[in-house]
């Protein structure tokens, strides 16, 4: 037979626990974004990273402008330089992710916010929107640069979304190295990996053949150069590039969510 607990004893007065409401999935996804933006934004190598691109950006524009050899506009010069400036939001999508997983805090990370796909999403949308930001700076301070030094035309003939096509670009691309980093989870492969493509294998194949027009940074360069391409036009190359980032996103999130870490 049960014994009953007698009246007045501890028995009666044991305490039960508390079951706190989970948080709607809206609130739960913003949490997650404001937490992962401030993680990024706080992390000195990224934070070292935007300046250092906005910096070069400005400084290679005043360099390279030549107010009476080179372009007359100062939107040219911003354009020949973004092959270089893709370099800091490359890092920056790196860095995103794999300085988690090189001291380990990703643990810490996941045992916060146990929904891996919602981490994921906060974290390529918190990567996107400061490589956004980095790009728009970059392209501003390349552009305000390079127009004091040649004091000629701001843009010449070009259109002003060109200069929006071009921060555009380098936020996807910073997007697609952050992904390849959730895939590598590490830091040199996907940096090695990326900076490869876009400096020695698209250029290198691009003089080879047509078929190089498919690499994501060769379609995505018709955001800004809409007539370098004679098959994709500036709303068919981009959707290349998005091709290839739900391609990658689409294995970073199966491994993200399936992986022990």
Do not use: N
């Amino acid at each position: 037979m049960s014994r009953r607990a007698a009246p007045g004893s501890d028995a009666e007065h044991v305490p039960v626990p508390m079951r706190f409401p989970e948080p709607e999935p809206g609130i739960e996804a913003a949490r997650t974004f404001a937490a992962e933006l401030v993680k990024l934004v706080t992390l000195p190598a990224a934070r070292a990273t935007v300046l250092g691109t906005i910096a070069v950006s400005a400084g290679m524009a005043a360099l390279t402008a030549d107010p009476e050899h080179g372009p007359a506009d100062a939107a040219s010069t911003v354009f020949g330089l973004i092959v270089f400036l893709q370099i800091g939001t490359v890092l920056l999508g790196v860095l995103t992710t794999a300085s988690e997983y090189a001291g380990g805090q990703i643990r810490t990370t996941l045992a916060a916010t146990p929904r891996r796909v919602v981490l994921l999403a906060a974290k390529s949308a918190a990567c996107l929107m400061v490589s956004a930001l980095t790009g728009a700076l970059a392209v501003g301070a390349a552009l305000t640069s390079a127009w004091l030094v040649t004091e000629g035309s701001l843009l010449g003939g070009a259109s002003p979304w060109r200069l929006v096509g071009a921060a555009v670009y380098l936020s996807l691309l910073g997007l697609l190295a952050h992904l390849l980093a959730v895939v590598a989870r590490a830091l040199l492969p996907p940096l090695v990996l990326v900076l490869a493509l876009v400096l020695i294998v698209s250029p290198l194949l691009g003089g080879l053949t047509e078929h190089a027009r498919w690499l994501p940074d060769r379609a995505g360069q018709l955001l800004y150069l809409p007539g370098a391409d004679t098959v994709f036009t500036p709303w068919t190359g981009p959707l290349v590039l998005c091709g290839w980032l739900l391609a990658v996103g689409a294995v970073a999130a199966l491994l993200f969510t399936h992986r022990d870490v």
